[in-house]
T-cell receptor, first 114, second 116 residues
Framework: ETGVTQSPTHLIKTRGQQVTLRCSSQ?????VSWYQQALGQGPQFIFQ???????GRGNFPPRFSGLQFPNYSSELNVNALELDDSALYLC?????????????FGPGTRLTVL | AQSVSQHNHHVILSEAASLELGCNYS??????LFWYVQYPGQHLQLLLK??????LVKGIKGFEAEFIKSKFSFNLRKPSVQWSDTAEYFC??????????????FGAGTRLTVKP
């Protein structure tokens, strides 16, 4: 257990719908990163939030958006779902933005888009 | 753009065999390098990391990795594997960007199966 929790565990949506995934960071961590892990692939960086501001983004379209709240928990929103969005979505938290500080991963949310 | 290649998709070893998992990256600047492990049913967790200094780094559970800058490689090794090392192993690279170290690229992973 890392102290990073995610909800829900599993989710099934249909193409075109919208989805919100949630992440609670480990106590004391003010940075949350989101990753998409397709089957058989490594995690791909979506974006990072630091003190409620987006602080870096990977190669994902604008329909992937996020929020970070004052308690440093975070949401990942995906609009207009596509079949290829089916994946495990991981969040990770750390203190500050430096890679010197270890990031701790949550268990993930498995999203299936039909 | 930086990328990470893990050449072995699935490695099967017997207990006590030696392990080496390959990882190559493409990025011309300064990088931080990581190996993560995901045991069945568990979260991704950090095995070891390299930022600077001695290119041979030691991690948890007897794992080590060697950074060879000229080969853009960061191979993971363990002299004698155990059944409990059965897991998925991911190499990751973080480019030292001016805007903060926030873009981590992972390889596709190597599944290690250790037979008792």
């Amino acid at each position: 257990e890392t102290g990073v929790t995610q909800s829900p565990t599993h989710l099934i949506k249909t193409r075109g719908q919208q989805v919100t995934l949630r992440c609670s960071s480990q106590s004391g961590h003010n940075t949350v990163s989101w990753y998409q892990q397709a089957l058989g692939q490594g995690p791909q960086f979506i974006f990072q939030y630091y003190r409620e501001e987006e602080n870096g983004r990977g190669n994902f379209p604008p329909r992937f958006s996020g929020l970070q709240f004052p308690n440093y928990s975070s949401e990942l929103n995906v609009n207009a779902l596509e079949l290829d969005d089916s994946a495990l979505y991981l969040c990770a938290s750390r203190s500050g933005t430096s890679a010197y500080n270890e990031q701790f991963f949550g268990p993930g949310t498995r999203l299936t888009v039909l | 753009a930086q990328s990470v290649s893990q050449h072995n998709h699935h490695v099967i070893l017997s207990e006590a065999a030696s392990l080496e998992l390959g990882c190559n990256y493409s990025y011309g600047g300064t990088v931080n390098l990581f190996w993560y492990v995901q045991y069945p049913g568990q979260h991704l967790q950090l095995l070891l990391k390299y930022f600077s200094g001695d290119p041979l780094v030691k991690g948890i559970k007897g794992f080590e990795a060697e950074f060879i800058k000229s080969k853009f490689s960061f191979n993971l090794r363990k002299p004698s594997v155990q059944w409990s090392d059965t897991a998925e192993y991911f190499c990751a690279v973080n480019a030292c960007l001016a805007r903060g170290n926030n873009d981590m690229r992972f390889g596709a992973g190597t599944r290690l199966t250790v037979k008792p």
